[in-house]
């Protein structure tokens, strides 16, 4: 059959705002997340990462939390700006051994001024 | 700041001919890998490629894919009879390690006719 394109959920915000990116994960196994933008035309750009024995890291404006209960990610940006609207996506390793990455179906960032 | 470069941008191929995506990885980085995106889908794991063999690969990469480290700066990914379905961007990734943040290329779209 067909294959049918992925609707990509789309957050909107204002400059300057905060934004927060959600991604449920699908497997209890894995140990090892990343969040990548990618903007048109480009590869993913790798963001920040974050390992199963901890639930919250943070970078330049960025904060990654996990919460393994119920197998959620989430990116928070602080003062969004214009150059961070892209499509981001969380990725997930599947679990102990294996270094591929599982990438979720992103989240479409747009940023208005 | 190193980046992971890929050749050509976009590769234009009929159906049943072979193709060989170039990349040029991070210099220090010794772990490879291969994923490709369909238009509208999500980012796909192919292979990865660690200490000149295959370490894991997919479903996707059947007999027709291969991958080579045909010197100390190249990695190659050959499609030996290409389909319609093959046609997607095709990322190139390395990491200096496994489960480390993996590095991607701005890819290389493939367009079968």
């Known amino acids: 059959g067909e294959s049918v394109g992925l609707h990509l959920p789309t957050l909107s915000v204002q400059e300057g705002d905060n934004s927060i990116i959600n991604c449920a994960y699908s497997n209890s196994a894995s140990d090892y997340f990343i969040w990548y933008k990618q903007e048109s035309g480009k590869g993913p750009q790798f963001i920040i990462d974050i390992r199963s024995n901890m639930d919250k890291r943070q970078g330049q404006r960025v904060t990654v939390l996990l919460n393994k209960t119920v197998k959620h990610l989430s990116l928070q940006i602080a003062a969004t700006q214009p150059g961070d609207s892209a499509v981001y996506f969380c990725?997930?390793?599947?679990?102990?051994?294996?270094?591929?990455?599982?990438f979720g179906t992103g989240t479409r960032l747009q940023v208005f001024p | 700041e190193p980046e992971v470069t890929q050749t050509p941008s976009h590769q234009v191929t009929q159906m049943g001919q072979e193709v060989i995506l170039r990349c040029v990885p991070i210099s220090n980085h010794l772990y490879f890998y291969w994923y490709r995106q369909i238009l509208g889908q999500k980012v796909e794991f192919l292979v990865s490629?660690?200490?000149?063999?295959?370490?894991?690969k997919s479903e996707i990469f059947d007999d027709q894919f291969s991958v080579e480290r045909p010197d100390g700066s190249n990695f190659t990914l050959k499609i030996r009879s290409t389909k319609l379905e093959d046609s997607a961007m095709y990322f190139c990734?390395?990491?200096?390690?496994?489960?480390?943040?993996?590095?991607f290329g701005d890819g290389t779209r493939l367009s079968i006719l």
């Open positions: 990734a390395s990491g200096d390690r496994g489960n480390q943040p993996q590095h």
């Open positions: 490629f660690y200490n000149n063999e295959i370490s894991e």
């Open positions: 990725a997930e390793n599947g679990g102990w051994g294996t270094d591929k990455l599982i």
